[in-house]
């Protein structure tokens, strides 16, 4: 069966550091992969989204970034943080194969930013 | 523009009776629609979806309703049990590229005993 794993479960990092996200998928291959941000009381946003190795595109004009380095791995970075990215990180893959399945997330990293 | 909306952010239903959530969307374009229920600090939990040629899926407890011509779906619960206590979104998406999901603000459903 198919997991998805987002580390780390939380994170606390001071305005104008650095960050890493990552995000990785098992049990299956060339899926497409995403990642959303929550933002407190609100809906889901796409940030990111990938449908190979090296493909990013971006939903939203932001501060943040993506990287697909391998077919199952997707990683959300900043060179440097703003206080408005804090949020609720969630990654997601789909797959291409068949028409009308489900999007599947994982756990999600909560970021704060002092 | 809000493509997809949730105008009720809270419901409360007694145990054992039929919780009704609610979802409205504007884009004619999609054509494929999900429920995922969430708790706090977790991940959204895939729960029940819809293709645009259906008017009604059904599992189990939960049934969606998709009717086109409103754009509004909405996700019955019966019977409502104390576990259901949740925030409920609904998502839509196109079958083109990369099926990326558009969420409603999401409503939170308690359940009480």
């Known amino acids: 069966s198919q997991t998805i794993h987002q580390w780390p479960a939380t994170l606390v990092q001071p305005v104008g550091s650095p960050l890493s996200l990552e995000c990785t998928v098992e049990g299956t291959s060339n899926p497409n992969l995403y990642w959303y941000r929550q933002a407190a009381g609100r809906g889901l946003q796409l940030l990111f989204y990938?449908?190979?190795?090296?493909?990013i595109s971006s939903e939203v004009p932001q501060n943040l970034s993506a990287s697909r380095p391998q077919d199952r791995q997707f990683i959300l970075s900043s060179k440097k943080l703003l206080l408005s990215d804090s949020g609720f990180y969630l990654c997601?893959?789909?797959?291409?194969?068949?028409?009308?399945?489900?999007?599947?997330f994982g756990d999600g990293t909560r970021l704060s930013i002092l | 523009d809000q493509q997809v909306k949730q105008n009720s952010p809270s419901l409360s239903v007694q145990e054992g009776r039929i919780s009704i959530l609610n979802c409205d969307y504007t884009?004619?374009?999609?054509?494929?629609f999900l429920w995922y229920k969430k708790y706090p600090a977790e991940g959204p939990t895939f729960l029940i979806s819809i293709s645009s040629i259906k008017d009604k899926n059904e599992d189990g407890r939960f049934t969606v309703f998709l009717n086109k011509s409103a754009k509004h779906l909405s996700l019955h619960i019966v019977p409502s049990q104390p576990g259901d206590s949740a925030v409920y979104f609904c998502a839509a998406s196109t079958l083109e590229g990369a099926q990326k999901l558009v969420f409603g603000q999401g409503t939170r459903l308690t359940i009480n005993p």
């Open positions: 997601a893959w789909g797959s291409k194969d068949r028409l009308y399945q489900p999007q599947h």
């Open positions: 990938s449908v190979g190795i090296g493909q």
């Open positions: 884009n004619s374009m999609f054509d494929y």
